[in-house]
């Protein structure tokens, strides 16, 4: 009888309801141990119905085996291994041993979603999730994010202490204690007498544990309580040692080898216990007792507490003998290594070395976090200082690939204090400027950068560190020195005149050109070196790639930076490296905006965001979050405009980096004020961010025109005197015709009755098939300066252009005020009607349209999308009526 859980029982009804009807969820319980997360499962389990249950345990000790947990839980599934998409099934196999091979850790995450998918209505459930290794929590996790339509529930089990599965994004089921009445029942239902005194004591001291409540009457004295009781936990630990005690010895063998192995399968005990002198008879008392479940050739503790019950209350030597006995008996070689590793009494080369073996099969199969354990627990073992050393140099490094940063800077500044040789240092010098990166602590990324170049022997690798720095000095607030420092010494690190890095450095300093105010007389032509610097950044692989994207996009470049930022996500998909997605992503929708290439930049940012939130990579939430409000802004959508900037706020929150989203989110506050008339609003947030602590963010240099159009419009037109300064230099260093035509709206805007040829000539120089939502505010402004003029005729004219963009790009605030200018000039305007296309898919759907469209099939578009093909199917489905089709065949032509 489950007790005073209503309210969480139909919590967890209503998720497998939902399933029923092919609507997804995921769930944490948490709480503390015996708080009834373990009970509510279970009952989750019993309510499954026709919904094929996946069911799981995060084991202690498995805690190093990369994948471990995943396996067990996933392997009576792996039949449907075959319908994955070809990369996802690739490296869910991989992981497992099944194939060779590594796999991007989120494509795993993908394929586990995938699978479940395969297997729906499903029910997966994982208690002890706290103690699942670090690969296999990253993949259910990553998985448990993006559920959608699949009919999948996941369910997991988790303490409640700091740092127990963290599990941002994934709504939680918080267990407290049972009220007074509850707690009495269980008591009840003990059937054990107590007074009343007890009972009482019993209630206040247990809080209302269910677990508490149900083991400690029938150890209990009655006499008064201690001054300061044991913790809960430790109280129920405590019974359940006191329930083994009484077992024979032989019995208590067979549950420390139990508590000891990791397969959770019965034959693995028993041949170990044959070493030992027990058989599988001695296990009865145990399971008369109900300690263990044996059912299957598989064993279960009743409670996961029994099992730290059993380990913990046995002898040091006992442990070792049954570590011993179980590494003897087992045919994998990391199971193997593990045990004896567990059995050693001291530095063992040769244990060492095992683990050695162990760790690289790991990281072969993607497992880096449990790599980075196993080489740490080799380098203790190891007998002499040099190769400790260098284990714990490659657990760093395998930790920094698991994005397990912190615990690797620690491990590498103290290994740097250890060692002299320089590429041992370069090394730990590269694990340190990556932590120190993802932290946001800048400055100190861009000085281990910088000084690490003096230990490199390799020229491009030098060249990359700095460009690195010189990305961490983009990313800081304030320190414009940071930046001039990393791009001067480009020229320094010793590459041959000819070499094609020589062109990335050139890019490098067309961007910074004006910040550092640097005569580009003598520069090279920067179309000319941007089409060399990406043929020489290939060369690294797309981390090169992405950081000519970017230098585009500083140097204006933007058509040819969207150009870049495409391939590059279609050479991550084409590998599966969804690691890469969300900062390349983030990049491509900025890109997009500029271009207004709305309908795609929405699409983009929506999947940016989404996988930077299930990859763990903020700072790409916050490019993308950006781009997107400022759609809003264009768009007049104020819910819209703040809900990304609330994004952006939360995404950056301590990381300096995100100052370009937060850049362009200001700028798109600003926008909305101006579209809306509040115009001295506007004027202030872009003197403020004009006037910021980011003056080198290329956001900022791009909202110059707006501040222009506030200050005049305010009637301080010696406001918009610095900002058009600033923004002709930039123009006379970038050259683009784009620019110049800004340039020229700006003019416009200040030069009274000579206005005209300046609007002319920005019309003239704007590309219209180019950033529309520019055009479209230029013919505006210059119909509204004509009607002033009292030319109408000429006014309807721009007017009317202005207006037709506006409505084919549904600026709303936009739409009202060249209306409003076509009335004033004399043009009675009828409200135009908005066409059922593609304005009503969400960006999610369209995206899904226009792969379909190409002739992706659905499991194709959900190994590009890390979605599972019945959520394209579900999304397909929904987008079809919006379009007005009835068919996959009629979505070319519409697209």
């Known amino acids: 009888m489950l007790r005073g859980r209503r309210t969480e029982l139909a919590r967890i009804d209503a998720a497998l309801d939902a399933a029923r009807t092919g609507v997804s969820g995921a769930l944490v319980v948490r709480g503390e141990a015996g708080i009834g997360k373990t009970t509510l499962l279970g009952h989750a389990v019993e309510r499954a119905g026709e919904l094929r249950v996946l069911r799981g345990t995060g084991v202690e000790s498995e805690a190093e085996l990369s994948f471990a947990g995943l396996h067990l839980l996933l392997r009576p599934a792996l039949d449907g291994l075959d319908a994955l998409p070809t990369m996802q099934r690739q490296a869910l196999a991989g992981a497992f041993g099944m194939s060779d091979g590594e796999g991007d850790r989120f494509m795993i995450g993908a394929a586990v979603l995938s699978l479940l998918a395969e297997h729906a209505p499903v029910l997966c459930v994982v208690d002890d999730a706290h103690w699942l290794d670090r690969a296999s929590a990253d993949a259910l996790l990553f998985a448990a994010r993006r559920l959608d339509h699949e009919g999948v529930v996941v369910l997991f089990g988790a303490r409640d202490h700091a740092g127990a599965f963290p599990a941002p994004g994934i709504p939680e089921l918080r267990l407290a204690g049972l009220d007074e009445t509850s707690a009495a ?34 150890v209990t004295t009655g006499a008064e309580p201690e001054s300061e009781p044991l913790p809960v936990t430790q109280r129920v630990i405590d019974a359940f040692h006191h329930q083994v005690s009484t077992v024979p010895a032989a019995c208590r063998t067979l549950l420390l080898l139990a508590a000891a192995d990791t397969t959770g399968e019965l034959p693995t005990v028993l041949r170990a216990a044959a070493d030992l002198g027990a058989t599988v008879a001695d296990l009865a008392p145990a399971e008369q007792r109900r300690l263990i ?8 503790f009743r409670h996961p507490l029994i099992r730290a019950a059993v380990y913990r209350s046995a002898a040091t030597g006992s ?63 190891s007998e002499d200082n040099a190769p400790a050393g260098t284990r714990m140099l490659l657990a760093c490094e395998a930790a920094t690939r698991a994005g397990r940063l912190e615990w690797a800077r620690e491990r590498a500044e103290k290994l740097l204090t250890q060692v002299s040789d320089p590429s041992t240092r370069l090394r730990l010098t590269h694990v340190c400027a990556a932590a120190h990166f993802g932290s946001g602590e800048l400055a100190r990324a861009h000085r281990m950068l910088i000084d690490g170049t003096a230990l490199s022997t390799d020229p491009a690798e030098a060249f990359w560190m700095l460009i690195r720095a010189l990305h961490a000095a983009w990313a800081s607030p304030t320190d414009v020195t940071m930046i001039t420092e990393a791009v001067d010494l480009l020229g320094t690190v010793g590459l041959a005149p000819d070499d094609p890095l020589a062109d990335v450095a050139w890019l490098a300093r067309w961007g910074t050109a004006q910040i550092m105010d640097r005569d580009t007389s003598t520069f090279p032509a920067i179309d000319d070196v941007l089409a060399r610097a990406r043929t020489a950044a290939s060369t690294a692989g797309l981390r090169g790639l992405t950081e000519v994207a970017s230098r585009a996009l500083v140097a204006a470049r933007d058509a040819e930076s969207a150009e870049i930022a495409t391939a590059v996500i279609e050479e991550a998909r084409a590998k599966g490296m969804v690691i890469f997605l969300p900062a390349v992503l983030g990049h491509l929708t900025l890109a997009q905006v500029l271009l207004g290439r709305h309908r795609e930049a929405k699409a983009t940012g929506d999947e940016c965001v989404r996988i930077a939130t299930a990859t763990d990579q903020p700072l ?31 995404a950056g929150a301590g990381y300096a980096g995100a100052s370009t989203g937060v850049v362009y989110a200001q ?96 019309i003239d120089l704007h590309d219209p098939a180019a950033r529309p939502f520019e055009l479209a505010r230029t013919q505006l402004l210059y119909g509204e ?5 009292r030319r109408k005729a000429k006014a309807r004219e721009y007017l009317t252009s202005a207006l037709t963009a506006f409505e084919e790009i549904g600026s ?37 349209s226009l792969l379909a469209a190409k002739g992706l099939a659905n499991k194709d578009i959900a190994a590009q999308l890390c979605l599972s093909p019945r959520t394209v199917a579900y999304h397909l489905y929904k987008a079809y009526p919006k379009l007005g089709i009835q068919s996959r065949g009629e979505l070319t032509g519409l697209m």
Request: glycine share 8%; proline share 4%.
């Open 185 to 218: 029942e269980v008591l009840d239902d003990t059937g054990v007498e107590l007074t009343a005194s007890t009972r009482a004591r019993l209630i206040a001291e247990t809080r209302g544990n269910p677990l508490a409540l149900r083991e400690l009457p029938a």
């Open 293 to 300: 479940m044996v059912e299957d050739g598989t064993f279960t």
């Open 319 to 381: 442990r070792i003998a049954a570590h011993r006995a179980l590494a003897g008996c087992t045919e994998d070689p990391d199971l193997r290594a593990w045990h004896r590793a567990a059995a050693a009494l001291g530095p063992d080369e040769q244990v060492a070395a095992e683990l050695d073996d162990a760790a690289r099969r790991a990281a072969g199969r993607g497992g880096h976090a449990a790599a980075a354990e196993t080489y740490e627990r080799a380098a203790r073992l």
């Open 620 to 650: 790409w939430s916050s490019y993308a979050a950006g781009g997107l409000a400022y759609l809003g802004a264009i768009e007049g959508d104020e819910e819209a405009v703040r809900h990304f900037t609330d994004v952006v706020g939360s």
């Open 667 to 762: 700028s798109a506050q600003a926008l909305l004020d101006l579209g809306r008339g509040r115009v001295q609003s506007a004027f202030d947030q872009l003197t403020a961010v004009v006037d910021g602590p980011v003056r080198h963010v290329s956001g900022v240099i791009r909202c110059m025109p707006d501040l222009v159009e506030a200050a005049v419009r305010l009637g301080r037109p010696d406001h918009a005197a610095e900002p058009i300064a600033r923004y002709t230099r930039w123009a006379e260093t970038m050259r683009q015709p784009w620019i110049d035509a800004l340039l020229a709206r700006c003019h416009a805007l200040t030069a009274g009755d000579a206005a005209e040829e300046h609007f002319l000539r920005a």
């Open 785 to 789: 300066w004509l009607r002033r003029a």
């Open 812 to 848: 709303a605030p936009w739409i009202t005020r060249a209306r409003s200018e076509l009335g004033a000039a004399g043009v009675a305007v009828e409200r135009a009607e908005v066409p059922a296309t593609l304005a009503e898919l969400t960006p999610q759907e369209h995206q899904i």
